[in-house]
């Protein structure tokens, strides 16, 4: 077979794991080919194509980012799009792609799939874990393991200066980087955007726990969380390829509504594009290794418009428009957990 992978939407440590076992275990244990689309879906669209052996994919399982590049475009947003990529794909004499991206890449991949026949198989990755269908995504670990160090770091200087840091984190419209990192840090007060902000209740919170002879907290807050109190939120906000919004800025906003209801000093961080960056865990290593591996012999058994999954220990695979039908936001049972610790 003649097989092309890409990656796409924002990238997350673990997709060059992942680009090594598809090349690894198409070439070397069913004979055939593989070549990368550069810049998500505009590398079909455009034709910019990039080959690619054993030996230009040895040594990358421990190295962020992509050696593919990405983009979040979206080529059902271009006239002629998505004839472009099928053109391609045949003048590639390619017999299939492998896309690994969310919700925004699976979404396309499903759509290109279903309206124009191509043949594709989906690897779910991203750091915010938002994706249904499957239990974990690649790269979450990694982001939560960062935000949890950075918490233990925020730790020893709230404790020396007596303050309320409050730590923006990723994760677009689910809480769970922010949950899962919160709890892990042993954050004081976690903010996601599955539950209204209630400022009242962090504001207690706090007192609460500053009541009990304790002089500094840690509030985690995800980048998505919105004010119960609708005329506290900014509905202005600029707006990507897949209409999604440029989140950011909740962190500092909390801050100040923080400082200036319990009178102590209190600073916003905000972690950022630090989550997406460097190395992958163990975990997210070997996660990506099993999902390329299961996305290679899915393509060679031609299961297209289908995607791989994790369910509990086993990697299996699913629809992909089950992946893309509903946003997996937190389990709410989780959080519960997360509350025994507020206050
Ligand atoms: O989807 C991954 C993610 O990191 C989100 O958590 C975040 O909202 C968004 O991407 C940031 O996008 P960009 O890299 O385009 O700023």
């Excluded at 472009?84 to 004499?93: K, Q």
């Excluded at 779910?124 to 499957?134: E, F, H, M, R, V």
């Excluded at 919160?182 to 726990?209: C, H, N, W, Y």
Aim: contains cysteine; proline residues 3%; charged residues 25%.
């Amino acid at each position: 077979m003649r097989l092309a992978i890409l990656t796409g939407g924002g990238d997350c440590p673990g997709l060059n794991a992942v680009i090594r076992a598809v090349v690894r275990h198409s070439v070397k244990n069913y004979g055939s080919e593989v070549v990368g689309f550069l810049e998500g879906w505009r590398g079909p669209m455009d034709n910019m194509v990039m080959p690619l052996s054993l030996r230009s994919t040895e040594s990358i399982i421990n190295r962020g980012g992509t050696i593919l590049r990405t983009s979040r475009t979206n080529p059902f947003n271009t006239e002629g799009g998505p004839e472009r990529i099928m053109a391609n794909m045949s003048s590639n004499g390619l017999d299939g792609l492998i896309a690994v991206g969310g919700e925004d890449t699976c979404g396309v991949a499903n759509r290109m799939h279903k309206e124009h026949g191509l043949n594709v198989v989906c690897i779910p990755k991203t750091i915010d874990n938002d994706l249904s269908a499957t239990d974990f995504t690649f790269g979450f670990d990694t982001a939560v393991n960062i935000v949890a160090e950075a918490i233990d770091r925020l730790h020893t200087t709230a404790e020396s200066h007596n303050r309320v840091l409050v730590c923006e984190v990723m994760g677009r419209n689910a809480g769970w980087i922010a949950c899962y990192g919160g709890i892990a840090g042993g954050a004081d007060f976690i903010l996601v955007p599955e539950r209204p902000i209630v400022i009242d209740d962090v504001i207690e919170a706090i007192k609460k726990s500053h009541g009990r002879g304790r002089d500094y907290s840690i509030v985690v807050v995800a980048e998505g969380a919105k004010f119960a109190d609708d005329s506290l939120n900014d509905n202005n906000v600029e707006r990507d390829d897949f209409g999604h919004e440029k989140l950011g800025g909740i962190g500092d906003k909390l801050a100040r509504f923080i400082e200036a209801r319990t009178g102590f000093e209190t600073r916003a961080t905000t972690l950022g594009h630090i989550q997406r960056g460097g190395s992958p865990t163990a975990f997210d290593r070997v996660l990506a290794t099993r999902f390329g591996v299961h996305a290679a012999d899915m393509a060679h058994e031609e299961k297209w418009g289908r995607m791989v999954s994790l369910k509990g220990e086993r990697v299996t695979d699913v629809p992909v428009e089950d992946a893309v039908d509903k946003l997996k936001t937190l389990d709410l049972s989780l959080y519960k957990v997360a509350e025994v610790f507020f206050g």
